[in-house]
């Protein structure tokens, strides 16, 4: 086993937000899902992770039930399942020991968010050594605001902004940064193969 696919914050607490209405892709969880069974058929390991913030009252506190896969998405046994308080799936967990343990040189990247935790760790990832692939459209982000921008404001009032970046130039900036520097990107079609219509 050479490979391991890295499913990073597919986690409830995103949908307990108001922006999940304006995420890139409300079936990011469906193609992760499609990553997930390729990376079984081909004996590749599976690697979960959640995001926490505990003790902070919000959607990432693990008291408040939410820190957990959204629907579809269910871990095998074996399949090891890391939580993490920092922004890349390393510093705050076990991952890269345990990859080393089972010989992994090559991750696949795919979850939420993608120019925040997903870049994160394929950036760190290509630091310490390992081959990165960066599925992005296997990845989901939401419009990030201007940092001076007022805080509660509505989506109306955030998508009105024109400092406002919108998910198309996220995953675009996120995809010139990452390709040939930090990982090769691809789109879940070219790892699983296009799905065949049945005629």
Known sequence: MSRALLVIDVQE???????????????VAGKVARLVEHARDQGDLVVWVLHTEPGSGGAFDPELG???????LDPRPGEPVLT???HNAFTTTGLQ???????????VVSGLRTEQCCE??????????YRVT???????????????APAGRSNAEILADPRTL?????????EYALARRF???????EVVGAPTLAG
């Open 13 to 27: 607490s995103f949908r307990q937000r108001p922006l999940w209405e304006l995420i890139s892709d409300p079936d």
């Open 66 to 72: 939410h820190v957990r896969l959204l629907p579809g």
């Open 84 to 86: 993490k308080t920092s």
């Open 97 to 107: 020991q345990l990859l080393t343990e089972r010989g992994v040189s090559e991750v």
């Open 120 to 129: 994160t760790t394929a950036r760190l990832a290509s630091d310490l050594g």
């Open 134 to 148: 960066f599925v992005i459209d296997a990845t989901a982000t939401n419009p990030i605001e201007h940092p001076e």
């Open 166 to 174: 919108g998910v198309d130039e996220i995953l675009t900036r996120t």
């Open 183 to 189: 990982a090769t990107v691809v789109r879940v079609d």
